[in-house]
């Protein structure tokens, strides 16, 4: 079963920066390539929101209110995928799952919360 670990959530002052991390220690590299690798979050009382995506070095995408502020990356050969945020507001308080998808077949990161807050 693939496994999805997140890491690198916490509490931050606004104007601060964080750097999520998601893993896949299980999945075999090859495959790992065909994901496409997201970072959703879900605030309290709030439907879960795709916050990136990337497919490869060259191609991602971004929700409107993080443009400019957050960068999705991936680390093929270590099946790492990360997302670096800066400028963070209150409103980006919330539970970031990462996620891989490849045609049917989707996947899930426990979470973790991420606090912007004086």
């Known amino acids: 079963q693939v496994q999805l670990v997140e890491s690198g959530g916490g509490l931050v002052q606004p104007g601060g920066s964080l750097r999520l991390s998601c893993k896949a220690p299980?999945?075999?590299?090859?495959?790992?390539?065909?994901?496409?690798m997201g970072w959703y979050r879900q605030a309290q009382g709030k439907q879960r929101e795709l916050v990136a995506e990337?497919?490869?070095?060259?191609?991602?995408n971004y929700e409107d209110s993080v443009k400019g502020r957050f960068t999705i990356s991936r680390d093929n050969s270590r099946k790492m995928v990360y997302l670096q945020m800066t400028n963070l507001k209150p409103e980006d308080t919330a539970v970031y799952y990462c996620?891989?998808?490849?045609?049917?077949?989707?996947?899930w990161g426990q979470g973790t919360q991420v606090t912007v807050s004086s």
């Open positions: 996620n891989a998808r490849w045609g049917r077949n989707e996947h």
């Open positions: 299980r999945m075999i590299t090859s495959t790992f390539n065909q994901y496409v």
């Open positions: 990337i497919v490869d070095s060259r191609t991602s």
